[in-house]
């Protein structure tokens, strides 16, 4: 077994342990999640998909996914994972031409205890209705991958279950979603060195400067995250530009980016303490009733707006 395997294998257990801990004495009403049947008959909206995946099993979380998929007729890969580790499965979704790749990641899974509604069925949700946007009007020139990973909370298993299996050929970069349910401005992470100079960043930049984001203002390009990770750090470690996406509140930004370098401070340890959208992360409260439909909305056109650059670059 690697190193960097039996790291991201602690890592996990730890969060796992962490969670249970945190999450044990959950007073909170019950959650109801919609129907499956709710998503085919009608055009749902990113959050929708949320109120469906809320409050569910893993399993019934990486089983609904696979399964609607298969219902809406894409072009689905199942991507099964096995290690010492455990057990899953990925889905993949490819839509549009034969140019270079760009991989979107979201995973289905949750940690004990938690809802999982900001972390991660907002990223299944706004990729999901981006997918569905892509599958009417696909880019022309450009290959966009839809990876739903499993057992992210896991030390990022899946993704690295799918990197050891996969072929990867040209990829212009990937981009994991984490925590894209709160907030009016946009942070891509994990912009380490050798990557900060990838085309796609220029792209992005580019792309949304013409939304009328503002860098350094209203959207971000930041270094390397000392504690949180996400699944395109799979990606990042065979030399791949790949890079976290979180949408987050300007207000408040200070605090932030203290917490989120400085993690550990006694004062920020306990949720309540923490800035949105860590006082809910990882805990009971990661609830749709937290989440906001146009961050998650903003961070589909963010992602449109990437799509029709590289596409029209291509």
Same mark, same amino acid.
């Given at each position: 077994?690697?190193? !960097? ?14 969670? $249970?801990?945190?999450?044990? $004495? &959950? ?10 049947? #709710?998503?085919?008959?009608?055009? *749902? ?25 298969? &219902? #809406? ?8 994972? @096995? ?22 990641? &979201? @995973?289905?899974? +949750?940690?004990? !205890? ?6 991660? +069925? ?6 999901? @209705? ?18 739903? /990973? ?13 990197? #050891? ?7 212009? !970069?990937?981009?994991?979603?984490? =925590?894209?349910?709160? !907030? ?16 796609? =960043? %220029? ?22 995250? *000392? ?5 395109? $750090?799979?990606?990042?470690? %065979? ?6 996406? /979180? ?24 949720? $309540? %303490? ?16 937290? =989440? ?19 596409? @029209?670059? &291509?």
């Amino acid at each position: 077994m690697a190193t !960097g395997d039996l790291s991201l294998y602690l890592r996990g257990r730890f969060n796992q342990a962490i969670a $249970r801990l945190q999450n044990r $004495r &959950a007073l909170l009403p019950p959650l109801t999640p919609l129907p499956t049947h #709710k998503l085919l008959e009608e055009c *749902p909206s990113p959050f929708t998909y949320v109120r469906w995946l809320e409050g569910r099993s893993n399993t019934d979380r990486e089983m609904l996914v696979g399964h609607y998929l298969e &219902a #809406k007729t894409y072009p689905l890969v199942r991507a099964p994972y @096995h290690s010492f580790e455990g057990e899953g499965e990925n889905f993949v979704v490819d839509v549009g031409g034969p140019g270079p790749l760009l991989i979107l990641i &979201a @995973h289905h899974d +949750a940690v004990p !205890g938690s809802p999982g509604a900001n972390d991660d +069925a907002s990223g299944i949700g706004i990729l999901l @209705h981006l997918l569905r946007r892509l599958w009417e009007d696909p880019p022309q020139r450009l290959r966009v991958r839809f990876l739903f /990973t499993g057992d992210e909370e896991r030390g990022y298993l899946g993704a690295r279950g799918y990197v #050891k299996m996969t072929a990867l050929p040209e990829i212009l !970069g990937v981009l994991s979603l984490e =925590l894209c349910g709160i !907030g009016d401005s946009l942070a891509v992470w994990d912009v380490l060195p050798e990557f900060a100079q990838a085309p796609i =960043l %220029k792209t992005l930049s580019s792309a949304w400067e013409s939304l009328g984001y503002r860098r350094d203002e209203t959207y971000h390009l930041v270094e390397r995250i *000392p504690v949180f990770g996400s699944d395109h $750090r799979a990606f990042a470690a %065979k030399g791949i530009p790949a890079f976290g996406l /979180t949408a987050l509140p300007s207000a408040g930004a200070d605090r932030l980016r203290e917490f989120i370098f400085k993690p550990f401070r006694p004062s920020l340890l306990l949720p $309540r %303490k923490r800035p949105v959208p860590f006082d809910t992360y990882h805990t009971v409260n990661d609830r749709s009733e937290h =989440l906001d439909l146009q961050a998650m909305l903003r961070v589909s056109d963010a992602l449109q707006a990437l799509i029709d650059a590289l596409d @029209h670059r &291509a």
